[in-house]
């Protein structure tokens, strides 16, 4: 998904309630811990519900661990059954595991990097709108942009901070050639990505 929208509860249990029960349903929670607790739901009781829900969480984003590639999923022991026959086996180190359970107890690690990327994307979206740019409203640690209006506008954009120095993904190739995805970073880092944009825009 690149657009970091948000599905409301109410609308994934009315999904939840129209599939059979002989589909799975993954509910992939990837940017989960980006959202306020407002926004917020509690996955595990709708596991309980629904015994074909696989709810998936990773340490990759919000937890600063990509590196390590760890993650874990919650479900019924049939569903579980059948993930753990499909899996590669020794698929997550000791290290990983480690880095994982310490990760889950730093707390203040988390909260910190949840109010660095609110800060940031105001910062983002504030620039995006003085430079006149569309926008999609995201609840994850990116934000969609709208560069131009012909159909090369994102490859031509991308082109142009790739030579300032400056990364981010084109999302041409699903179906939005005009757009970019920009991940939130520092502060500092953001103000090179502004400048940047608003260079390549000129």
């Known amino acids: 998904n690149p657009t970091g929208t ?7 249990e009315a999904f939840l309630k129209q599939v059979p029960s002989n ?5 992939d929670e990837a940017y989960n811990e980006f959202l306020t607790p407002e926004q917020q739901y509690e996955s595990t009781a709708w596991v309980k519900q629904y015994p074909n829900l696989l709810v998936s969480r990773t340490f990759s984003k919000a937890y600063g ?13 049939a569903v579980t059954d059948l993930m753990n026959r499909v899996r590669q086996p020794f698929n997550v180190n000791s290290m990983a595991q480690a880095a994982a359970i ?8 988390l909260e910190m990097g949840a109010r660095n990327n609110a800060a940031g994307y105001r910062q983002f979206t504030q620039a995006f709108e003085a430079m006149g740019l569309q926008y999609v409203p995201s609840f994850g640690n990116f934000v969609l942009v709208k560069v131009g209006a012909d159909d090369d506008a994102g490859a031509r ?7 300032q120095g400056v990364i981010v993904r084109p999302v041409g190739n699903y179906g939005l050639p005009q757009w970019l995805r920009i991940s939130i970073g520092l ?3 953001n103000a090179v990505l502004i400048a940047a944009l608003t260079k390549a825009l000129a």
Do not use: K, Y
């Open 6 to 12: 948000f599905i409301p509860a109410d609308q994934i």
């Open 23 to 27: 589909v799975v349903v993954v509910l």
């Open 65 to 77: 661990l990509a590196g390590l590639r760890v993650g874990f999923s919650i479900a019924q022991p």
């Open 102 to 109: 310490a990760a889950l107890n730093d707390t203040e690690f």
């Open 157 to 163: 954009v991308n082109l142009a901070l790739l030579r």
């Open 187 to 189: 502060p500092q880092e």
